[in-house]
């Protein structure tokens, strides 16, 4: 087994260092920006991570050698449909969980701008999403960055599930306005299937604000009179030493299949949700939770016992039952794994995400008689 790693210095991985740039300079071509900064890191929950860091040190640059003392109390506005993983940066960082403020969002789990505006404290980050982890909702990234530019606040899109939606030219209309975002997260290894993990911090600023944050200018690596260009040498841009070359697994794959190979794994991962949408209405007993616009397809199977039975507490405190009952037989089975959740209020229901390009609509059959065949006695 061969084990690549991508170290700190240019010497030591020209390479690998060399596809990194060359892949995050494509990516920022396709958020829209003119130049910018990057760097791969170890899963998108690193990567907002980095993006908080990043902000709050942009409001306060004394923080990296004063520490927290002595500092005004931070905080940062996110979206209540936002992933986790801001609420465990901002415990990571000292930042505090109570300084996370969650902004309303609408049915769709849009963030509602005008609940952004109505913020009385003053922030050091707004975090919008593209592609939330449930619903597949994308927040009006416009319309936030107008409050954002508005206020002079740092504007950070975790993209990490929907960023890919910019190589398709039919679907990258979902993220109108990331290109006025100062920083993005985005993981191919998600929509894109690049081997996971594969995912990349954004940044606009191009002026070295990454290294300047996270550097510690270790001599014994980064020596500024070394006889090739030293901003090769990316090691310092990152809380890591060495990192595994995770670039090169997204440069693989999009030499073999190129821009437009990718675009289509896209378009038909989304063609497919559609599909399995239009099947949900025709069939009995299955309701859908909302329309969907990304690959999010979120649905309740209603068995032949509650079909008939009247809408209120006692029929949603069953329903609630049913997907529990339905995934434990087909795991149990063998047959599929589907999974499901409660959401703001909701009661259970399953969510199917469908990127798989060995995904065909006899599957998304199939799926649908599972679930009514599993399901025939409740």
């Not at 740039?21 to 900064?37: L, P, T």
């Not at 600023?205 to 990316?234: H, P, R």
């Not at 979120?298 to 039975?309: Q, V």
């Not at 798989?356 to 025939?376: G, N, T, Y």
Request: proline letters at 4%.
């Amino acid at each position: 087994m061969l084990l690549f790693l991508l170290r700190y210095t240019y010497e030591v991985s020209p390479v690998f260092l060399l596809v990194e740039e060359a892949v995050i300079k494509k990516m920022i071509e396709f958020i829209g920006w003119e130049g910018g900064d990057g760097i791969f890191n170890p899963g998108g929950s690193v990567s907002n991570m980095y993006a908080m860091n990043l902000a709050r040190y942009k409001f306060c640059p004394e923080i990296k050698e004063k520490g927290l003392s002595g500092l005004p109390r931070l905080v940062l506005f996110t979206s209540e449909e936002c992933h986790y993983s801001m609420k465990k940066a901002a415990s990571f960082l000292g930042i505090g969980t109570e300084n996370v403020y969650f902004i309303k969002t609408d049915g769709r789990g849009k963030m509602i701008p005008e609940e952004l505006e109505k913020q009385g404290s003053a922030p050091f980050l707004v975090c919008a999403t593209a592609g939330t982890t449930v619903l597949g909702a994308f927040d009006p990234l416009d319309k936030i960055a107008d409050i954002c530019e508005k206020h002079g606040l740092w504007l950070h899109v975790d993209a990490s599930w929907g960023g890919s939606a910019l190589i398709s030219r039919k679907h990258c209309r979902l993220l109108h306005g990331i290109h006025r975002a100062d920083s993005v997260a985005w993981n191919p290894h998600k929509m894109l299937l690049a081997g996971i993990q594969c995912c990349a911090l954004l940044v606009k600023d191009n002026s070295g604000l990454l290294k300047k944050c996270y550097s510690a200018e270790a001599a014994y690596l980064f020596q500024q009179d070394k006889f090739y260009d030293v901003s090769y040498d990316t090691g310092d841009k990152s809380i890591q030493c060495s990192r595994r070359p995770d670039a090169f697994k997204f440069w693989l794959m999009w030499k073999a299949l190129g821009t437009t190979g990718l675009e289509e794994r896209v378009n038909r991962a989304l063609a497919l949700a559609r599909y399995l949408v239009e099947e949900i209405k025709k069939r009995e007993g299955f309701q859908l939770l909302l329309e969907p616009e990304y690959a999010n397809v979120c649905f309740w199977y209603i068995p032949p016992s509650l079909r008939k039975m009247e809408d209120g507490p006692e029929f949603w405190q069953k329903l609630h039952q049913v997907a529990p009952i339905i995934k434990e037989r087909m795991m149990k089975k063998g047959s599929m794994m589907l999974g499901y959740q409660p959401h703001r209020g909701k009661v259970n229901f399953f969510r199917q995400v469908v990127i798989s390009p060995q995904v065909s609509r006899e599957d998304m059959d199939f799926l649908l008689d599972e679930i009514e065949l599993l399901a025939k006695d409740l």
